[in-house]
């Protein structure tokens, strides 16, 4: 069935035109790089895989509960609509909210793929040119992976958010050519790899948490490389230009913490939009929520050299500016530690498995 039959809203055209600027760039210094970057270069080619074969695709989702997704945390919980709906109705709103989630996950790892691409047109250097090729690679296999996800076990898919779709051409749209690292290793990626972390950690579902752990695990490394590129080029620019990308972040992080409230669910519901908002921003589920998901961007955006009083002061008003003394580092190999020991569970699992069916078919051999 083609996905635009599996859309729960409208979503207008089936291809989004950015036009296109700035500068394609090429490097004739074939032997020269930076050593933590062709470090990471070499670790991004070590650590492809293949989504067909490391995801365990036979496991089973429950569509009308693919997360183990608590009602406290649905923002109609508690309210008038919430007590009308019947128990398969709470399912199917289960199923709505994972698919918005994962749609915007899906959504947001191709605006990677097409970002990564615009890095290697576009970035002076050629060390940074070879490790944004291998993201391209991942980003591709995130969005085959999110996509299958959402076709064969949920069945259904949202538009990309209004607010996500402006942070996206807003990046493109940029002539400059770090503009793509900030406005997507950092922001984007950044805000994902907290959101793909708080699922992972709390879901109880198999197939989900697999998903997202092989996902954070490349994620780790693109925000590596946005911070290795932009800490060496910021502290090139003069005050006036590292304003200008604050203003930015800034715009950025307010788009992205009012695209998280999920309120076209909920008007695909039958609740008016802003009684839906009110529920939202209601929620302390989502205001925790929202809040967490700046865990990774706050500590990124201080280690890059962008810090100055009016950033800060937005991080303020935004209850987050605590989250720049986080250890981003920690945070990376957490990630990394997981994924890993997830796979040393699932194989070694695997392992004693066909040595019971061995042993199980030699006995009945011998008997």
Not at 1 to 11: G, L, N
Not at 12 to 23: I, L, R
Not at 48 to 63: A, H, M, N, S, T
Not at 324 to 335: H, I, K, P, T
């Amino acid at each position: 069935m083609p996905t635009f039959d599996r859309y729960a809203t409208e979503p207008g055209d089936s291809h989004w035109q950015v036009p296109a600027t700035g500068a394609a760039r090429f490097s004739w210094e074939y032997d020269d790089g930076r050593e933590r970057l062709l470090a990471l270069y070499q670790k991004g080619k070590d650590k492809q895989w293949d989504g067909q074969k490391r995801i365990d695709w036979d496991l089973e989702v429950d569509p009308y509960d693919p997360l183990g997704t608590p009602d406290e945390s649905m923002s109609l919980y508690g309210t008038r609509h919430w007590d009308k709906l019947s128990d398969r109705d709470r399912g199917e709103l289960r199923r709505h909210y994972a698919s918005w989630q994962f749609s915007q996950f899906l959504h947001g790892e191709q605006g990677a793929m097409v970002c990564a691409a615009r890095i290697v047109e576009s970035v002076p250097d050629l060390d940074a040119k070879f490790y944004s090729a291998t993201q391209v690679m991942d980003e591709a296999r995130h969005a085959e992976i999110y996509g299958r996800f959402l076709h064969e076990k949920i069945g259904l898919l949202y538009p990309i958010n209004d607010n996500l779709q402006s942070l996206l051409g807003d990046t493109l749209r940029d002539s400059r050519w770090d503009m793509p690292y900030l406005g997507m290793q950092v922001l984007i990626e950044g805000l994902a790899l907290a959101a793909f972390g708080m699922i992972r950690d709390t879901t109880d579902k198999p197939l989900p948490q697999q998903i997202l752990a092989y996902v954070m695990q490349d994620e780790a490394r693109h925000v590596a490389f946005g911070r290795m590129a932009l800490r060496d080029y910021y502290k090139q620019l003069t005050d006036a230009e590292l304003r200008e990308r604050e203003e930015f972040v800034i715009e950025g992080c307010y788009l992205m913490r009012d695209r998280l409230r999920g309120v076209e669910v909920l008007e695909n519901f039958g609740v008016p939009k802003a009684e839906a908002e009110e529920y939202s921003e209601r929620s302390e589920f989502l205001a925790l929520f929202r809040r967490l998901l700046f865990s990774r961007i706050v500590p990124c955006v201080r280690d890059i050299g962008l810090w100055g009083r009016r950033l800060q002061q937005a991080y303020v008003d935004m209850g987050v500016l605590e989250m720049g003394d986080a250890s981003l580092d920690q945070l990376m190999r957490q990630d990394e530690e997981i994924a890993e020991k997830l796979d040393a569970e699932r194989f070694a699992a695997e392992e004693r498995e066909r040595v019971a069916e061995v042993e199980a078919a030699i006995e009945a051999g011998s008997s």
